[in-house]
């Protein structure tokens, strides 16, 4: 693995040297391209206004989209809900069935 280096990228015009290796360097460039326009989509819109606060919707977006990628693109609580509904008709119906014997 090579070693750590500064890497000077921009952010809606903004300079930042970030530190990484050259390994880690396309996945870098890649992050901050997308995180750019979730900002300039979000400052574009016009709902708000300021730099630190568009950086803190980008950063809500972006935590919402993993964590929704990573439970597959469902909302968890709803389908725990939907499971324990199933459960509960399917031991509804075992007791009527026991009922018949």
């Known amino acids: ?21 050259e390994d880690e ?4 460039e890649n992050s901050v391209k997308y995180l750019d326009k979730k900002m300039r989509d ?3 819109t016009g709902k708000v206004i300021g730099i630190e606060r568009i950086a803190i919707m980008a950063a ?21 809900r939907r499971i324990d509904g199933m459960q509960e ?3 509804s119906a075992l007791a009527e069935q026991n009922k018949l014997f």
């Open 60 to 80: 809500l977006n972006l935590a919402h989209e993993l964590l929704t990628t990573r439970t597959g693109g469902f909302d968890v609580g709803d389908f725990k």
């Open 1 to 21: 693995m090579s070693q750590p280096t500064g890497v000077d990228v921009n952010i809606m015009g903004r300079e930042f040297r970030v530190a990484c290796t």
């Open 42 to 44: 979000i400052r574009d």
């Open 89 to 91: 008709q399917i031991d």
């Open 25 to 28: 360097r396309e996945g870098l």
